[in-house]
């Protein structure tokens, strides 16, 4: 497939996709403040959302600021993750980003890529859905194991590297788009291109993905 053909692919997809998932553009990670996004999606490492907004629901009731989290022991936050995976890693570096948060970044969730990096267990992907939903900035494309799939399967990438396929799915889609493209890759993939099994018959992309099992 050409350059041009490419990308008039990930226009199509795009557009179809808008119309089956209009509503799930957004992140379902319940929260209030860009802290609560940034703690809840580090919560959400290997662990469904769901259950992340069930522990976060009791967390910041507790604790609602990083200067909050900042005076505890990732010990304390235990009994508020421990049904999630991780859990251990997760708080301590809940309580070590908001020590940092404090220090370095005067009680403010940091606006930029570098500044989110910077904290422990802050990697691109989290970096990414702070940045476009707690604060409108398209830095980059969120990849989760959905968006791995979905990329693969639609042909649009050939590697499970995240950063690659992100790479590569910021030259397809419009900057504007970005942290859309994201979410209707999650929402397709939760619905119908899970990673144990595709349902084409039922996908809305089944008449041009290069991987449906639907002909004609």
Not at 159 to 183: G, Y
Request: proline residues 3%; positive net charge; aromatic residues 6%.
């Amino acid at each position: 497939m050409k350059a041009s053909e490419k990308k008039d692919y990930a226009r199509d997809i795009l557009r179809l996709l808008k119309t089956r998932y209009a509503d799930e553009m957004q992140t379902s990670l319940e929260h209030a403040n860009p802290w609560e996004l940034l703690v809840a999606t580090m919560l959400s490492a290997q662990s469904q959302d769901k259950q992340v907004n069930k522990v976060t629901a009791r967390l910041f009731k507790a604790y609602k600021k990083p200067a909050d989290f900042a005076r505890l022991d990732g010990r304390e936050l235990y009994r508020f993750v421990r049904s999630l995976g991780l859990y251990r890693n997760k708080a301590k570096n809940i309580v070590s980003a908001a020590e940092i948060i404090e220090t370095e970044f005067k009680g403010k969730v940091p606006k930029t890529m570098a500044g989110l990096t910077s904290l422990p267990g802050v990697g691109r992907k989290t970096a990414n859905v702070v940045l476009s939903n707690a604060f409108g900035i398209n830095e980059g494309i969120a990849i989760d194991t959905h968006c791995i799939t979905v990329s693969n399967r639609l042909g649009l990438a050939r590697t499970r590297d995240p950063e690659k396929i992100e790479a590569k799915l910021v030259k397809l889609f419009p900057r504007k788009e970005w942290s859309n493209v994201s979410h209707l890759f999650i929402a397709l993939g939760r619905d119908t291109c899970q990673a144990k099994a595709k349902h084409c018959e039922r996908c809305v992309l089944k008449r041009m993905c290069v991987s449906s099992t639907v002909k004609g």
